[in-house]
């Protein structure tokens, strides 16, 4: 069996909430930003298969929340409740029994959906500087930033119905970001210790005596309050 990933155009949207324009978009003929997947059986029969026909959750929570925008001009968008869809790196809403997705969120200054606050920035990759949502953690000399993720799993055994395609999430990424700058993953305390270039010693001290663990969200956020308690 063979699976090939379909790419819809998008096309935007724009409407009033609480007088501010937010801007949307969703796939042509789809209503749902996920892409979807054409499947090509034996008998050469073709069958769409749409994201409620996938195992697994690709949301932070399936729930819609009650969520409060604020965009970088200052504007407001109040009462919008959102979801975060980790596959897809989007938010997403309700608009006339359709699912649609935040179009422009380099717009936005941060979001809190639910009392968790979120952002959309630049993080760098290997090869790449990429854009999306982060959640925020802590918000200090450094933010320190959390990355859910979601993958899509291809079946391995085309014989055995239990065995399907579906989401499945994996372990969170970390990352810091100073200021207005780009987003750095830490994975290893060199790299942490990188990252916070220039650095005093007795915080490097701090980083190797409490054997701070990147994967460690407690741990980094009691590193993070550290370096802010630190004289000038």
């Excluded at 209503?31 to 298969?49: A, C």
């Excluded at 649609?100 to 717009?107: D, G, S, Y």
Aim: glycine share 4%; hydrophobic share 35%.
């Amino acid at each position: 069996m063979r699976l090939l990933l379909i790419i819809f155009s998008f096309f935007i949207l724009s409407f009033q909430i609480d007088g501010q324009t937010l801007h949307s978009q969703r796939p042509k003929d789809v209503g749902y930003e996920i892409s979807r997947l054409k499947q090509l059986v034996p008998d050469n029969f073709t069958k769409l298969i749409s994201e409620k026909d996938i195992a697994g959750n690709p949301y932070l929570d399936r729930r819609f929340q009650k969520s409060y925008i604020l965009k970088i001009t200052g504007a407001e968008v109040k009462d919008l409740s959102l979801r975060y869809n980790l596959y897809t790196n989007n938010m997403e809403f309700k608009k006339d029994g359709k699912i649609m997705t935040l179009a422009v969120p380099a717009e936005i200054e941060r979001i809190n959906m639910g009392g968790k606050i979120f952002i959309y920035t630049r993080y760098m990759t290997s090869i790449d500087i990429c854009a999306g949502f982060f959640q925020v953690l802590y918000d200090g000399s450094y933010q320190l930033l959390k990355k859910d993720r979601a993958i899509l799993k291809m079946p391995q055994d085309n014989t055995n119905p239990a065995d399907s395609m579906r989401f499945e999430q994996t372990e969170p990424l970390y990352y810091l970001r100073y200021g207005k700058g780009i987003a750095h993953l830490v994975y290893s305390q060199k790299t942490l210790i990188k990252t916070l270039q220039p650095i005093q010693q007795n915080i490097v001290n701090y980083i190797k005596s409490n054997k701070i663990n990147t994967k460690n969200e407690a741990k980094l956020i009691d590193l993070m309050n550290f370096i802010d308690n630190q004289p000038d």
